[in-house]
């Protein structure tokens, strides 16, 4: 019998009792981020199939702290969330198991605001108004450490809720905010129309964004799945790097997105260095990267006390050349 990969958000008696001819990945934001794009080419290139899965399809959920939710609710095996969210959930007893390091970047987010606005600086920001998705977000996160860098307080501008990054474009567009973040693949989409104010990789640290997740049950139970559903990112990583053109055009299918865009956005990625750590990762671990996320819980307020993140690592689920995490310089 093929063992299920459950559903991260809509886990509900129904697809918990589905037939395992008809397993599905739900992946955070997936089709609106391009964290998810490594699913994407597994999906179509048949990478799944490979390592003797059978996924038919991929369902997107709307971020980590309901991923995380919904994953405790059902009968989930596998999922991806920032390694911040799992820490907290993790100290209310979720017992979650953190088993891949997915993204381990967030420094690709830049800040824009209106072509021709006199903001150009972080230090123009002053009395300005700057958007960020939700309260307790990363986003919210990083718009601290960018005004730490510009040596700003909270209190010299105004933080505005948006929702999401779209809306925030939309928000800047139409005057309501002054500054909004923006990542790929929405920055491809609307470079022309914005002026970008800040660039991550100038103001931000190495921060761990994404990681693959399972429950201790899970880990028990299900390794052999867990295995080969990463080894299928991992090809997928690789192809993604090897062949970034069939990879824009893959995407851009099956998401319906105009090709030049993902071209652009796939590019930008691909080329992607943060003190020379890629975008993707294979699955190997950045540890230091990680702690920097607790800490930027901690910062918002999402996290109090100390946490053990280490004993929440397990790295036995990844190939053997991949269980040793990033050095300094990193190593791939």
């Known amino acids: 019998m093929m063992r299920r990969l459950a559903c991260l958000v809509a886990a509900t008696a129904a697809l918990a009792a589905a037939p395992a001819h008809a397993e599905q990945l739900a992946i955070a934001q997936y089709g609106i981020t391009a964290g998810g794009w490594p699913y994407t080419i597994a999906l179509e290139r ?6 003797g899965l059978n996924i038919t399809g991929i369902i997107s959920s709307q971020g980590g702290g309901t991923s995380l939710r919904n994953m405790l609710a059902g009968d989930v095996v596998y999922g991806e969330a920032n390694p911040g969210a799992i820490v907290v959930a993790n100290q209310q007893g979720a017992g979650l198991k953190i088993i891949s390091d997915n993204t ?10 209106r072509p021709g606005s006199p903001i150009r600086t972080i230090a123009d920001l002053r009395g300005r108004s700057i958007g960020y998705t939700n309260p ?9 450490l960018m005004l730490e ?22 928000a800047m567009q139409n005057g ?30 190495v921060l761990a964004n994404v990681v693959g997740l399972t ?31 069939e990879s824009a055009a893959i995407v851009a299918r099956s998401h319906n997105m105009a090709l030049d865009v993902v071209r652009s956005a796939v590019r930008n990625l691909v080329e992607f260095r943060q003190q020379g750590l890629p975008y993707f990762s294979e699955g190997r671990f950045n540890i230091e990267g990680m702690r920097r996320m607790v800490d930027v819980q901690r910062m918002i307020g999402a996290l109090d006390g100390e946490a053990n993140l280490m004993s929440m690592i397990d790295m036995s689920f990844l190939p053997a050349d991949l269980q040793t995490p990033y050095t300094n310089p990193p190593q791939q």
């Open 46 to 51: 048949g990478f799944f199939r490979e390592e």
């Open 104 to 113: 381990i970047s967030v420094a690709d987010l830049v800040w824009v605001a």
């Open 136 to 144: 307790r977000s990363t986003t919210q996160a990083l718009a601290f």
């Open 149 to 170: 860098a510009g040596h700003l307080r909270q209190e010299d501008v105004r933080l505005v809720r948006t929702g999401g990054f779209g809306e925030g474009l939309a």
């Open 176 to 205: 309501l905010i002054d500054v909004t973040p923006v990542g790929e693949p929405l920055l491809a989409e609307w470079r022309s129309r914005v002026q970008i104010v800040v660039d991550g990789r100038d103001v931000l640290p």
């Open 215 to 245: 429950t201790e049950e899970g880990a028990r139970r299900h390794g052999d799945f867990l295995r080969a559903v990463l080894r299928a990112r991992r090809k997928a990583v690789q192809f993604l790097y090897a062949n970034p053109e």
